[in-house]
């Protein structure tokens, strides 16, 4: 009968699966050390990290036209960045790297100072272009859009100051996207010409989109003009887009009646 040493566990030979998986593990890193040291010879590693960071950044700034907006920090950024990348090409196994991350560095923070200026006049711009579409001739699925829009275009502008870039960025960019696809007509001149001469004291509302407290021509003569049964008067001065007193839509600009 085969007999065993007490001081030899039995079945020491097979690996248990914690152990293949720390010796995976330990293989894996060892693979990535040595891409790493192929790649980029045996100096510090190259920045990655700050370089895709940087380069998202420039990315974000250029989709609310920073080149328009904010052209200096925008070009300080790219400049920035293109020394990064110069310092890598001609020095890969040099810690000259450490340098080339500081490049990185300086233009990401260049990026996102040009991202927040541009913001700031982007959504400035979509709020001057929901003003233009609101004096067309529109239909009912376009004032949803522009209410839409309204309300993105504000979100933007709050999530702006509150310094949420990213979030910013994607209610500004959803803004500009829906009050383009606005198209309109111009209000033709026949029209126009009926229209009577609006004394200059008469000042503009633009109707919001609120689920909870809907606008109505009665709740606006009572906000703006302390008096609800004065409704008649808005629905008067702006027959032209209201065609139905009880049917007003988002984003539709309103003429108001001096108090």
């Keep these: 009968m085969q007999k065993h040493s007490l001081s030899k566990p039995l079945n020491s030979s097979l690996k248990t699966p914690r152990t293949m998986k720390k010796q995976k593990k330990a293989w894996r890193s060892l693979f990535l050390l040595l891409t790493s040291l192929l790649l980029f010879g045996c100096g510090s590693l190259a920045p990655l990290v700050q370089r895709e960071n940087a380069a998202k950044a420039i990315n974000a700034a250029t989709l609310v036209e920073a080149a328009k907006f904010a052209p200096d920090a925008i070009r300080m950024a790219e400049t920035n960045f293109n020394s990064g990348d110069s310092l890598l090409v001609e020095a890969k196994k040099s810690p000259k790297n450490i340098k080339a991350k500081e490049e990185y560095l300086s233009s990401e923070q260049e990026a996102l100072r040009a991202l927040a200026l541009s913001l700031s006049a982007f959504i400035e711009e979509t709020g001057s272009l929901i003003q233009e579409k609101g004096k067309l001739l529109l239909n009912e699925p376009e004032f949803m859009l522009i209410g839409r829009a309204v309300n993105k275009n504000k979100d933007a502008s709050l999530l702006l100051k509150q310094n949420a870039l990213s979030e910013s960025l994607k209610e500004a960019l959803d803004a500009r996207e829906l009050i383009t696809s606005v198209q309109g007509?111009?209000?033709?001149?026949?029209?126009?010409?009926?229209?009577?001469?609006?004394p200059?004291?008469?000042?503009?509302?633009?109707?919001?989109?609120?689920?909870?407290n809907r606008d109505a021509l009665w709740k606006i003569?009572?906000?703006l003009l302390k008096n609800p049964w004065r409704w008649p008067e808005i629905f008067r001065l702006n027959d032209i887009i209201i065609k139905d007193p009880d049917?007003?839509?988002?984003?539709?600009?309103?003429?108001?009646p001096a108090e």
């Design 185 to 198: 007509e111009p209000i033709p001149k026949e029209t126009l010409a009926e229209v009577k001469v609006i």
């Design 200 to 212: 200059s004291d008469i000042s503009f509302y633009t109707v919001i989109l609120n689920k909870r």
């Design 221 to 223: 003569a009572e906000r």
């Design 247 to 256: 049917l007003i839509y988002p984003g539709q600009r309103l003429r108001i």
